[in-house]
């Protein structure tokens, strides 16, 4: 039960403003054009107020046309006085019928690109959906606001509540490349909120919880109360903000203060399409919003590790780590792992656990879909760049430290962990690459694909 309007970040479609120089039958020529292209996109689109500027001397004041919503423009029509269209910052569509090749039109587009413009025209209906979904997934950041639970690296004097530290933690830089607003919320506010739930809310919101876990016991639901009220305080607090992802410094500085695992918070806010991250990662949680907002799918984040896992607290032996680790790259595998585990992408319900095999907690094990394709990626500290790869999942377990761990067969194991910027990957189901070559591209990030050597 998540209460957040998401609809105008995480779930919002493309915007866009048609817009129609010159006179005669300006409406119809919309409607035609309009219908055509909803024909095709769907509800990847939805379209504002139309635009219709008379003559050459209403398009000197062309921007008092525009919405202040409008993510892209659709150039109805191209009479040679519409070259103001290039100077709004926005990208223009320019659409062929039925989103094939349309040679008359390339000439036109060449012209407003000569002037600086970001102008789409497409060769066919494939190509078209691709961009579109791109310029969609780079508007949903820019509407996008996260809310940081926890302290940041490198603003905190509290040594213990570092966390990951491999993340921008420039605000504004983030802000410029990419829309994003992030604010930040302390740990200590976080547990007053969540202090302040009532046992009838927390209940309200087991209830809807129930259905998705097998042999729910007495002991559990008591257990559980207090990861819903932690997660009703984090879905207030997101909501009096107008924020759409969330991560959380849990620990770092969350199990320092008090030990409450928000493993399953974060699958609910995951499965509602509000990507959340842990371990207070910003830019894996970047990651996941990109992934999860260009494919409508919930985005996943863990460890790639090259060695199995301990079934309780820790790590195995050195000696078993080097080993492992040998056979991992001669094979080309590697193990995804950690907690946080969406029921939109599993096949079973959950199985309730403790924390790591350490007796206190609460994690939850649902079964990952096998024999698929996934995406793995991670943006890098300093924006510039996006480091992915394209890998198979063999086989899922529970394998307690932690909780889930899914064995994939990457295309270059050795290159992917020379190339990525942290331990912590985001995973998304599907091969992705070539739409997340177009969004990297838009938001001037440079695509690093790890491919299979030949």
Request: proline share 5%; with cysteine; net charge neutral.
């Amino acid at each position: 039960m998540v209460l957040l309007d998401v609809k105008m970040s995480s779930l919002r479609p493309l915007m866009v403003q048609p817009v129609y120089f010159g006179r005669g039958d300006a409406e119809k020529r919309i409607d035609e054009t309009v219908n055509d292209m909803s024909s095709v996109l769907g509800e990847l689109v939805s379209f504002l107020q139309p635009a219709i500027v008379p003559d050459a001397r209403s398009a000197v004041d062309l921007k008092a046309y525009i919405s202040p919503h409008a993510d892209a423009l659709l150039a109805v029509n191209l009479p040679v006085w519409a070259e103001a269209l290039a100077y709004l910052n926005l990208p223009i569509i320019v659409w062929p019928r039925r989103g094939y090749y349309g040679a008359w039109l390339r000439d036109k587009v060449s012209f407003l690109r000569s002037k600086g413009a970001t102008v789409y025209d497409f060769v066919d209906p494939d190509e078209a959906r691709e961009i579109v979904r791109a310029l969609r997934t780079v508007a949903r950041l820019r509407h996008s606001k996260i809310i940081y639970f926890g302290a940041m690296p490198g603003s905190t004097g509290r040594f213990e509540a570092v966390g990951v530290v491999g993340s921008c933690w420039n605000l504004d830089e983030i802000k410029k490349r990419f829309g994003v607003t992030v604010k930040q919320i302390p740990i200590s506010y976080l547990l007053k909120r969540m202090d302040e739930v009532s046992e009838e809310e927390a209940m309200k919101i087991l209830e809807e919880w129930k259905k998705d876990f097998v042999d729910l016991k007495e002991e559990d639901l008591k257990k559980l109360l207090e990861v819903a009220k932690l997660y009703k305080a984090m879905e207030s607090i997101m909501s009096e903000h107008g924020a759409n992802a969330l991560t959380i410094n849990c620990l770092a500085d969350l199990f320092q203060t008090r030990f409450i695992t928000p493993c399953i918070a974060l699958a609910k806010f995951s499965d509602a399409m509000i990507p959340a991250g842990c371990e207070g990662d910003l830019n894996t949680l970047l990651t996941m919003m990109l992934f999860s907002f260009m494919s409508d799918e919930p985005s996943i984040m863990g460890n790639i590790y090259l060695f199995r896992p301990e079934r309780g607290p820790g790590f195995p032996p050195e000696d078993i780590i080097l080993e492992d680790t040998k056979v991992s790259l001669r094979e080309n595998r590697a193990r995804f792992t950690h907690d946080v585990i969406p029921l939109k992408i599993v096949t079973s319900k959950y199985r309730l656990a403790d924390y790591h095999g350490t007796g206190k907690g609460l994690t939850a094990y649902a079964d990952l879909r096998i024999d698929e394709k996934v995406t793995l990626g991670r943006i890098d500290p300093r924006l510039d760049r996006i480091v992915f790869t394209v890998a198979d999942i063999e086989k899922v377990e529970d394998s307690v430290h932690c909780r889930f761990s899914a064995w994939l067969k990457m295309p270059d194991i050795k290159a992917y962990l020379q190339n990525i910027s942290s331990h912590h990957s985001a995973m998304i189901y599907g091969d992705w690459t070539s739409t997340l070559i177009r969004v990297s591209e838009m938001l001037g990030l440079q695509p690093v694909v790890i491919r299979r050597r030949t």
